[in-house]
Protein backbone atom coordinates (compact mmCIF):
# COMPACT_ATOMS: atom_id res chain seq x y z
CA UNK A 1 0.00 0.00 0.00
CA UNK A 2 1.11 3.56 -0.53
CA UNK A 3 0.21 6.25 1.74
CA UNK A 4 -0.75 9.93 0.14
CA UNK A 5 -1.21 13.08 2.45
CA UNK A 6 -1.83 16.28 0.96
CA UNK A 7 -1.20 19.91 2.65
CA UNK A 8 -1.23 23.33 1.62
CA UNK A 9 -4.76 24.48 0.81
CA UNK A 10 -6.68 27.83 2.42
CA UNK A 11 -7.82 30.80 1.68
CA UNK A 12 -6.43 32.84 -0.92
CA UNK A 13 -7.76 36.30 -2.69
CA UNK A 14 -8.11 35.97 -6.88
CA UNK A 15 -5.06 36.39 -8.02
CA UNK A 16 -2.86 34.96 -5.34
CA UNK A 17 -0.70 32.18 -5.23
CA UNK A 18 -1.27 28.91 -3.10
CA UNK A 19 1.34 26.05 -3.08
CA UNK A 20 0.20 22.52 -2.33
CA UNK A 21 2.33 19.28 -1.61
CA UNK A 22 1.81 16.22 -1.57
CA UNK A 23 3.70 13.13 0.37
CA UNK A 24 3.54 9.71 -0.45
CA UNK A 25 5.34 7.18 1.66
CA UNK A 26 4.70 3.25 2.26
CA UNK A 27 5.26 0.60 -0.79
CA UNK A 28 6.57 3.45 -3.33
CA UNK A 29 8.81 2.71 -6.11
CA UNK A 30 11.02 4.83 -8.40
CA UNK A 31 8.17 4.30 -10.77
CA UNK A 32 5.81 6.79 -8.79
CA UNK A 33 3.91 8.77 -10.85
CA UNK A 34 1.95 11.67 -9.30
CA UNK A 35 -0.68 13.64 -10.06
CA UNK A 36 -3.45 16.03 -9.07
CA UNK A 37 -7.08 16.51 -9.18
CA UNK A 38 -9.76 18.81 -7.93
CA UNK A 39 -13.64 18.55 -7.57
CA UNK A 40 -15.33 21.64 -7.11
CA UNK A 41 -18.97 21.49 -5.80
CA UNK A 42 -21.75 20.11 -7.18
CA UNK A 43 -19.45 18.97 -10.09
CA UNK A 44 -17.33 15.74 -11.16
CA UNK A 45 -13.49 15.45 -10.53
CA UNK A 46 -11.36 16.77 -12.73
CA UNK A 47 -7.58 16.45 -13.73
CA UNK A 48 -5.21 19.33 -13.31
CA UNK A 49 -1.80 18.19 -13.52
CA UNK A 50 0.69 15.09 -13.82
CA UNK A 51 4.22 14.45 -13.41
CA UNK A 52 6.04 11.26 -15.30
CA UNK A 53 8.54 9.13 -12.22
CA UNK A 54 11.60 10.70 -13.78
CA UNK A 55 10.01 14.21 -13.56
CA UNK A 56 10.91 14.89 -17.06
CA UNK A 57 7.37 15.28 -18.31
CA UNK A 58 4.57 17.56 -17.08
CA UNK A 59 0.81 17.36 -18.36
CA UNK A 60 -1.73 20.25 -17.44
CA UNK A 61 -5.35 20.84 -17.97
CA UNK A 62 -5.99 23.66 -20.16
CA UNK A 63 -7.79 25.41 -17.90
CA UNK A 64 -4.74 25.72 -15.21
CA UNK A 65 -1.84 26.06 -17.99
CA UNK A 66 0.43 29.11 -17.88
CA UNK A 67 -1.01 29.65 -13.88
CA UNK A 68 -0.04 26.25 -12.18
CA UNK A 69 3.34 24.24 -12.36
CA UNK A 70 3.81 20.04 -10.90
CA UNK A 71 7.17 19.81 -9.72
CA UNK A 72 8.68 16.97 -7.41
CA UNK A 73 11.61 15.82 -5.17
CA UNK A 74 12.18 12.19 -5.70
CA UNK A 75 14.05 11.59 -3.05
CA UNK A 76 11.90 12.54 -0.50
CA UNK A 77 8.68 11.21 -2.69
CA UNK A 78 7.16 15.03 -2.95
CA UNK A 79 5.51 16.41 -5.32
CA UNK A 80 4.44 20.13 -5.08
CA UNK A 81 1.40 22.11 -7.44
CA UNK A 82 2.67 25.71 -7.30
CA UNK A 83 -0.55 27.61 -8.25
CA UNK A 84 -0.54 31.51 -9.58
CA UNK A 85 -3.18 33.78 -10.56
CA UNK A 86 -5.85 32.10 -9.04
CA UNK A 87 -9.47 32.43 -10.17
CA UNK A 88 -12.79 31.94 -7.90
CA UNK A 89 -13.21 28.73 -10.31
CA UNK A 90 -10.41 27.00 -9.40
CA UNK A 91 -12.21 26.90 -5.69
CA UNK A 92 -11.84 23.14 -5.22
CA UNK A 93 -10.97 19.87 -3.05
CA UNK A 94 -7.49 19.22 -4.60
CA UNK A 95 -6.39 15.17 -4.40
CA UNK A 96 -3.01 14.39 -5.00
CA UNK A 97 -2.97 10.70 -6.89
CA UNK A 98 -0.18 8.36 -6.69
CA UNK A 99 0.53 4.74 -9.11
CA UNK A 100 3.30 2.46 -8.86
CA UNK A 101 2.95 0.72 -12.25
CA UNK A 102 6.23 0.65 -13.76
CA UNK A 103 5.95 3.41 -17.13
CA UNK A 104 8.40 4.79 -19.53
CA UNK A 105 9.96 8.10 -18.18
CA UNK A 106 7.67 9.90 -20.02
CA UNK A 107 4.28 8.84 -19.10
CA UNK A 108 2.09 9.74 -16.49
CA UNK A 109 -1.95 9.47 -16.22
CA UNK A 110 -4.60 11.96 -17.01
CA UNK A 111 -7.31 10.06 -15.93
CA UNK A 112 -8.78 9.40 -12.49
CA UNK A 113 -8.72 5.45 -13.27
CA UNK A 114 -4.99 5.25 -13.86
CA UNK A 115 -3.79 5.88 -10.30
CA UNK A 116 -4.59 3.45 -7.92
CA UNK A 117 -3.44 5.39 -4.29
CA UNK A 118 -5.47 8.62 -3.48
CA UNK A 119 -5.57 11.13 -0.87
CA UNK A 120 -8.21 12.95 1.36
CA UNK A 121 -7.49 16.01 -0.36
CA UNK A 122 -6.93 19.61 0.93
CA UNK A 123 -9.61 22.43 0.44
CA UNK A 124 -8.84 25.42 -1.88
CA UNK A 125 -10.88 28.36 -1.89
CA UNK A 126 -10.44 31.52 -4.02
CA UNK A 127 -12.42 34.61 -2.81
CA UNK A 128 -13.38 37.18 -5.38
Known amino acids: QVQVVESGGGLVQAGGSLRLSCAASGRTSRWLTMGWFRQAPGKEREFVAAISWSGGSTYYADSVKGRFTISRDNAKNLVYLQMGSLKPEDTAVYYC?????????????????????WGQGTQVTVSS
Open 97 to 117: ATETTPRTPAWAGTTEREYRY
